[in-house]
């Protein structure tokens, strides 16, 4: 049995982010991870670290993950190939173009430095562009990063500063008395602390329903895929109003690609469906023109928890001291990931997170 001050249940970027926060603060805490760290949709998701297109009330949190991303190297020890390249939102109609207008009107007061750009602003400036878009909404100061590197970076910096961490250690069993949660493990670790985090990403639903808290959380798998080395020609992270594929290239020449969907291929895996690969390539090809031809050497998936409304679970339990959720990102978490954990460890050190939370807790959920 091992007594600590905090248990947090899931590696990925935002419980690795709290379990290095808290370390920081001095806190006591155990980290378990039932694979790898960052290996499910903190590891294998599109790498778009974008304050763009977030509903207005995600905005506080994803302005502090912004100024936290700002030095990463000196918060997990790497810059994680994080590039400030900017965000291009691409409108491939008139009603997309003034959703994109509306949105910048009513972000004025964030600081997001919003530029909208006609037909052809948007061909001055990024003419590699295709001539299906009309226009687009550029923010310069988002950009993108490796998650294969960051989030796993994340575990290791929480370990330096003094957390415990242990992977592949499968969660079976979880007790509270009132005061005390004992968590037990297939490999036979115990562990016991007044706190709990939950943060198991898609698989977070079956600990808050041990509580009493069952939330309507699905799963949804990503297709995504990377080319071979192209010229480098794309100088921003892109996405699509409305949805569809987004993209960017790195260093090395090779875009990554995204949209659609894939499948389960069991409870832990997933893959993409050829005909999601296959529907990507060719928006690629009419959005970005230069991508024509380009060979995929490379197609993934992962899990990703899903909520309802599309927004995250953030906060303490409804019905359990001392249980504190942090889930169903709705693949959008990684931009967001370093401030949720310092949202999450400011609970457990000061009884309150600095940033608005209120909007994700999952109460909403709750007859």
Sequence with gaps: MIETEVIVLGGGIVGASA???????????????????????????YGGVRRQGRPLHQLPLSQRAHQLWADLPALIGIDGEYVRSGHLKLARSQADLEALHRYADSVRGFGLGLQLLDYAQLRARFAWVGDVVVGASLCPEDGHANPRLVSPAFARAAKQSGAQVFEQAEVTWIEHDSRLFQVHCANGLRLQAPWLLNCAGAWAGTVAAQFGESVPITSA??????????????????????????????????????????????PRQARPGQAAVLEILRNAG??????????????????????????????????????????GFAGAGFQLGPAVGEALAEIVCNGASRQPIEAFSICRFQA
């Design 286 to 327: 009419e959005l970005y023109p230069f991508l024509k031809g380009a060979q995929a050497i490379r197609t993934w998936s992962g899990t990703e928890g899903y909520l309802p409304d599309h927004e995250p679970v953030i906060g303490p339990s409804s019905t359990t001291p001392g249980l504190l959720h942090g889930f």
């Design 19 to 45: 379990a290095l926060m808290l370390a920081r603060k001095g806190k006591r805490v155990v980290l378990v991870e039932r694979d790898f760290c960052g290996s499910h949709s903190s590891g294998v998701n």
């Design 221 to 266: 798998h990503p297709a995504m895929l990377v080319t071979e080395p192209l010229p480098v020609v794309m100088n921003v992270s892109t996405g699509v109003e409305g949805g569809g594929i987004y993209a960017r290239q790195v260093a090395r020449g090779n875009c990554i690609l995204g949209g659609g969907r894939g499948f389960a291929l069991g």
